[in-house]
C-alpha cells in the first residue's frame, strides 16, 4: 500500500520538470534542492516524506 503510493510520488516528480533534489510530502512538493543535506533539514513537520533526485 505505502509502497505504491510512494511510487505514484515518484512519478509525480519526474513529470514536474523540476531537476534536483525533490522533497515531497503527502504527494506534494515541499521544495527543490541543490544540496541533499538541505533537503533532508527542511522535513520538519513529523510524517512520511519523499526525498528524491530527479536528473
Do not use: H, T
Request: proline letters at 2%; zero cysteines.
Amino acid at each position: 500500500m505505502i509502497e505504491e503510493e510512494l511510487r505514484r510520488w515518484a512519478e509525480a516528480a519526474r513529470r514536474s520538470g523540476r531537476r534536483g533534489w525533490l522533497l515531497l510530502r503527502d504527494g506534494n512538493v515541499v521544495g527543490v534542492f541543490n544540496d541533499r543535506r538541505d533537503a533532508v533539514m527542511a522535513a520538519k513537520e513529523p510524517g512520511v516524506y519523499l526525498l528524491i533526485f530527479v536528473e
